[in-house]
């Protein structure tokens, strides 16, 4: 069965620091990966996705992610924060189709991980 | 155009009432999914159908059903509304299951 933990509920960065919000995951075969950002009262939107091919993901924002099996993490970076990257990240994994089919098969979202963004 | 569009955005209504939130996809997936987003932001999956087939079926309490008349189209029907379903409710689709999924707006219900 596949599990997400993301580490730190709230993280809080300075306009212009490093962002670091950080995913482990837990899975019986190589999965499929995601990061998602959900505004205040949106709906989720997709930051990117590892899907076994490189390594190192880029995403929208100017996001990336990079997937590292020793570790079994997907952490999710952005050089340089700005007030409007201050949201709800969720890491999300699942195993890779066509192994589909009950609860196992499904998308497993992590707690998230608040970001706060200071001037 | 909206790609997931859920409606309504919000929907108050009393213990015992019958309700439904109405979710459309114009993406041409062949998946859709609803979920339950607590006072958290915890997402838990409710459902999912494949085709109009449903694949997914979480412990949900069966006053809980899913309908889905065609691919383009997931709605939610609820009876006997209790306190506890106070939520947002979240409509996604996928192209196939485990893919990437894209989410609606959602819909906020309050149960007073």
């Known amino acids: 069965a596949q599990s997400v933990t993301q580490l730190g509920s709230h993280v809080s960065v300075s306009e212009g620091a490093l962002v670091l919000l950080r995913c482990n995951y837990s899975s019986s075969v190589p999965p499929y990966l995601f990061w998602y950002v959900q505004y205040p009262n949106q709906g989720l939107q997709l930051l990117l996705k590892y899907t076994s091919a490189a390594t190192l993901v880029k995403g929208i924002n100017g996001f990336e992610a990079e997937f590292k099996k020793s570790e079994t993490s997907f952490h999710l970076t952005k050089p340089s924060a700005h007030m409007s990257d201050a949201a709800e990240y969720f890491c999300a994994v699942s195993p890779p189709p066509p192994n589909y089919g009950g609860s196992q098969g499904n998308l497993i979202f992590g707690k998230g991980t608040k970001l706060s963004v200071k001037p | 155009d909206t790609a997931v569009s859920q409606t309504p955005k919000y929907l108050v209504t009393q213990m015992g009432n019958d309700k439904s939130i109405k979710c459309e996809q114009n993406?041409?997936?062949?998946?859709m999914y609803w979920y339950k987003q607590d006072s958290k932001k915890f997402l838990k999956i409710m459902f999912s159908?494949?085709?109009?087939?449903?694949?997914i079926n979480e412990t949900v309490p069966n006053r809980f059903s899913p309908k889905s008349p065609d691919k383009a189209h997931l709605n939610l029907h609820i009876n006997s509304l209790e306190l506890g379903d106070s939520a947002v409710y979240f409509c996604?689709?996928?192209?196939?299951?485990?893919?990437?999924?894209?989410f609606g707006p959602g819909t906020r219900l309050t149960v007073t």
């Open positions: 993406l041409g997936h062949d998946t």
């Open positions: 159908y494949n085709n109009k087939e449903l694949i």
């Open positions: 996604a689709s996928s192209q196939r299951p485990l893919m990437e999924q894209y």
